[in-house]
């Protein structure tokens, strides 16, 4: 027994079908980290079942992903826009777009996720209204 830690028992089971593929690559990954099968399992799952975030469950990945792509689209927005009103691009304006953009990128792509929860779960609750 790891020190620091207690024994817990275990009276429940979760069971899945694998194809031989499957099984194999699951024996590999547990055997990659010296894990029994069984101990690979259930530490993937249960690292799987705290994966959440501000994003009302979003996976980190994803919500780092679009808050990297709305960054990326300020910028560019706030760049296109300076250049067509004829606004001098220095390296102080520049790093005031940057921060901003990182400053903000989490919190917007929380709500847009947010948001399209939402709308996926009002689209399901409601049905079709249009006419």
Request: glycine share 8%; net charge neutral; charged share 35%.
């Amino acid at each position: 027994m790891k020190e620091g830690t207690t024994k817990q028992l275990r009276g429940r089971s979760l069971g899945t079908r694998l194809s031989e593929a499957e099984y194999a690559q699951c024996e590999k990954a547990a055997a990659r980290r010296g894990q029994t099968l069984s101990e690979w399992c259930r530490r993937v799952l249960l690292e799987a079942s705290q994966e959440t975030t501000a994003a009302d469950g979003a996976q980190p990945e994803t919500l780092a992903t679009l808050a990297e792509i709305l960054a990326l689209r300020k910028i560019v927005i706030n760049l296109l826009y300076g250049e067509k009103a004829g606004e001098p691009l220095d390296q102080e304006h520049m790093r005031e777009l940057i921060e901003t953009a990182d400053a903000e990128k989490l919190e917007k792509a929380a709500e847009r996720l947010r948001a399209a929860r939402g709308a996926r779960t009002g689209a399901k609750a409601g049905g079709d209204d249009t006419r």
